[in-house]
T-cell receptor, first 115, second 115 residues
Framework: RKEVEQDPGPFNVPEGATVAFNCTYS??????FFWYRQDCRKEPKLLMS???SGNEDGRFTAQLNRASQYISLLIRDSKLSDSATYLC????????????????FGKGTLLTVNP | GAVVSQHPSWVICKSGTSVKIECRSL??????MFWYRQFPKQSLMLMAT?????????EQGVEKDKFLINHASLTLSTLTVTSAHPEDSSFYIC???????????FGNGTRLTVT
């Protein structure tokens, strides 16, 4: 099982649609979880952190299920500007390469919102 | 505003030359910074963790003699790609976090093209 696995995509949706991204992680010791968005040829930008109780920020809702090691991101009323690659990111404490902890990125899911 | 500044944004160099990339934390001290590499349509891959005042820790498969990391101050880490070759052409991104387990802030990335 890959460390962080996301829907392969790409997703093409019309404006106003609701779209959901799924992500699973393999390390049960993972501590914190994030969704980033990355525009083409740009650096990733934090979209939102993900908490066990679930959290919402405007049109975006993130959910975490620790028992299933599953994270989701829901985008409602999608806009053209939401077109980007969405990265699921997991922070785990382990000693790979000598680091005490590290962030592991999923491959990302490309979303294109069409007019 | 940006909390991590990376320079240069892009560089084109000839095979065999060395390229230095700078990463600065703005308005905060970063004892730890991270260097990532991203090939087209691939996920970000952690290359190394840069520790202020000590040696960097490299991920498996990353040559420490080829990718020299120096973290001489609490606000500056540098990555030097030595004797660059075309296969080193990639998007290099640095990051830092204010506190452990908090989201990472990324520099704007450096697009390296080796001809």
């Amino acid at each position: 099982r890959k460390e962080v696995e996301q829907d392969p995509g790409p997703f093409n949706v019309p404006e106003g649609a609701t779209v959901a991204f799924n992500c699973t992680y393999s390390n049960s010791a993972s501590q914190s979880f994030f969704w980033y968005r990355q525009d083409c040829r740009k650096e990733p930008k934090l979209l939102m952190s993900v908490y066990s109780s679930g959290n919402e920020d405007g049109r975006f809702t993130a959910q975490l299920n620790r028992a299933s090691q599953y994270i989701s991101l829901l985008i409602r009323d999608s806009k053209l500007s939401d077109s980007a690659t969405y990265l699921c990111v997991v922070n785990a404490r382990w000693s790979s390469g000598g680091s005490n902890y590290k962030l592991t990125f999923g491959k990302g899911t490309l979303l294109t919102v069409n007019p | 505003g940006a909390v991590v500044s990376q320079h240069p944004s892009w560089v084109i160099c000839k095979s065999g030359t060395s390229v230095k990339i700078e990463c600065r934390s703005l308005d905060f001290q970063a004892t730890t910074m991270f260097w990532y590499r991203q090939f087209p349509k691939q996920s970000l891959m952690l290359m190394a963790t840069s520790n202020e005042g000590s040696k960097a820790t490299y991920e498996q498969g990353v040559e420490k003699d080829k990718f020299l990391i120096n973290h001489a101050s609490l606000t500056l880490s540098t990555l030097t790609v030595t004797s660059a070759h075309p296969e080193d052409s990639s998007f290099y991104i640095c990051s830092a976090s204010l506190i452990r387990d908090s989201p990472l802030h990324f520099g704007n990335g450096t697009r390296l093209t080796v001809t």
